[in-house]
């Protein structure tokens, strides 16, 4: 991961003729594209272009957000590949370390300070998001997705949940998982979130080019051991802009997906399903100047985001 994200940021920085600061890089020049299909596994519509933004002219979703403050730093030691944010019903911070790491959740406050570990019952070969969403019988769950992919050879990849851990339990039990395929086969991604409103789950891949494949996983598919995810979108961010986290608000009425470099934010009707709010115009709202940003969550009316790294910072861009 490291390795991708000096690259986007060298090269960009060159394209611009700036140096290599994370905070005076643009991600893109010309503006996001994207396109829809239909819920179905061998579309290969192209993208549809889609005017860039401005300040006067960016969808109200991203108006009245306050730049980034930071709330504080991370200090655990053994927290240092902070690849996934999920905000608890609580307020609790739960994060996950990247591949490598051992399989379990960190629960912070939101200075950093960790309030307890939680290990899983589960594999981490290389964990790159989690989400809270509903599980059965409108139980709160934790997801993990088991999604990355760096050489783009895993058959399968899987999608854990569980109930959201108490605050005396230090091991998730009873933990489902769900392997999942792509219809075009294997893919690299670090973007996945539960929609609120219907359980379902979303995938979003992660592209040098910066066309990028959303897959969606039924909610009922947890009845069954394994499923072929699929393909609902397809967003176009502008080269090298590598979607590393993705998330949705507690009312599923706003959708968010991060680069290294950009928080970009698509609004979303009362009856629309997330592949339709996916067909508008999404808008680059605040983000914090973050090493490699890697970790994005929701917190009720503003986002949370965290850098890989030792000692990173949490910022919020509230509302």
Same mark, same amino acid.
């Given at each position: 991961?490291?390795?991708?994200?000096?690259?986007?940021?060298?090269?960009?920085?060159?394209?611009?003729?700036?140096?290599?600061?994370?905070?005076?890089?643009?991600?893109?020049?010309?503006?996001?594209?994207?396109?829809?299909?239909?819920?179905?596994?061998?579309?290969?519509?192209?993208?549809?272009?889609?005017?860039?933004?401005?300040?006067?002219?960016?969808?109200?979703?991203?108006?009245?957000?306050? +730049?980034?403050?930071?709330?504080?730093?991370?200090?655990?030691?053994?927290?240092?590949?902070?690849?996934?944010?999920?905000?608890?019903?609580?307020?609790?911070?739960?994060?996950?370390?990247?591949?490598?790491?051992?399989?379990?959740?960190?629960?912070?406050?939101?200075?950093?300070?960790?309030?307890?570990?939680?290990?899983?019952?589960?594999?981490?070969?290389?964990? +790159?998001?989690?989400?809270?969403?509903?599980?059965?019988?409108?139980?709160?769950?934790?997801?993990?997705?088991?999604?990355?992919?760096?050489?783009?050879?895993?058959?399968?990849?899987?999608?854990?949940?569980?109930?959201?851990?108490?605050?005396?339990?230090?091991?998730?039990?009873?933990?489902?998982?769900?392997?999942?395929?792509?219809?075009?086969?294997?893919?690299?991604?670090?973007?996945?979130?539960?929609?609120?409103?219907?359980?379902?789950?979303?995938?979003?891949?992660?592209?040098?080019?910066?066309?990028?494949?959303?897959?969606?996983?039924?909610?009922?598919?947890?009845?069954?051991?394994?499923?072929?995810?699929?393909?609902?979108?397809?967003?176009?961010?502008?080269?090298?802009?590598?979607?590393?986290?993705?998330?949705?608000?507690?009312?599923?009425?706003?959708?968010?997906?991060?680069?290294?470099?950009?928080?970009?934010?698509?609004?979303?009707?009362?009856?629309?399903?997330?592949?339709?709010?996916?067909?508008?115009?999404?808008?680059?709202?605040?983000?914090?100047? +973050?090493?490699?940003?890697?970790?994005?969550?929701?917190?009720?009316?503003?986002?949370?985001?965290?850098? +890989?790294g030792v000692g990173a910072v949490i910022y919020r861009i509230g509302r």
């Amino acid at each position: 991961m490291r390795w991708i994200a000096a690259v986007s940021l060298v090269v960009s920085a060159c394209a611009s003729g700036t140096g290599v600061d994370a905070s005076s890089v643009v991600a893109s020049t010309s503006g996001p594209s994207v396109s829809t299909s239909l819920p179905s596994t061998t579309s290969t519509v192209p993208p549809t272009t889609v005017p860039p933004t401005t300040a006067a002219s960016a969808p109200s979703v991203c108006k009245g957000y306050s +730049e980034p403050v930071a709330l504080g730093s991370i200090t655990d030691p053994d927290l240092i590949e902070v690849s996934g944010i999920a905000i608890g019903s609580e307020g609790v911070i739960w994060v996950h370390n990247d591949s490598g790491s051992a399989p379990r959740l960190w629960a912070l406050d939101d200075s950093g300070a960790v309030l307890r570990t939680v290990a899983v019952s589960a594999r981490n070969i290389d964990w +790159e998001d989690m989400s809270i969403g509903p599980g059965p019988d409108g139980v709160t769950y934790l997801y993990l997705a088991d999604i990355g992919d760096n050489l783009v050879r895993r058959v399968s990849v899987t999608i854990y949940r569980f109930v959201e851990p108490a605050s005396s339990d230090d091991r998730a039990e009873e933990v489902e998982s769900l392997s999942v395929t792509y219809p075009g086969g294997p893919a690299d991604a670090e973007s996945f979130f539960v929609d609120p409103r219907t359980g379902d789950s979303f995938i979003v891949t992660k592209t040098p080019t910066g066309r990028s494949t959303t897959f969606r996983i039924p909610a009922g598919a947890w009845s069954q051991p394994s499923i072929e995810a699929q393909q609902v979108a397809t967003i176009d961010l502008g080269a090298l802009s590598l979607v590393t986290a993705g998330s949705i608000s507690p009312d599923g009425s706003v959708i968010a997906l991060r680069t290294y470099l950009d928080v970009w934010l698509w609004e979303r009707g009362a009856g629309e399903t997330v592949a339709d709010a996916l067909r508008g115009v999404p808008c680059r709202a605040p983000a914090a100047a +973050e090493p490699q940003g890697e970790a994005l969550g929701f917190d009720g009316n503003g986002y949370l985001t965290i850098s +890989e790294g030792v000692g990173a910072v949490i910022y919020r861009i509230g509302r």
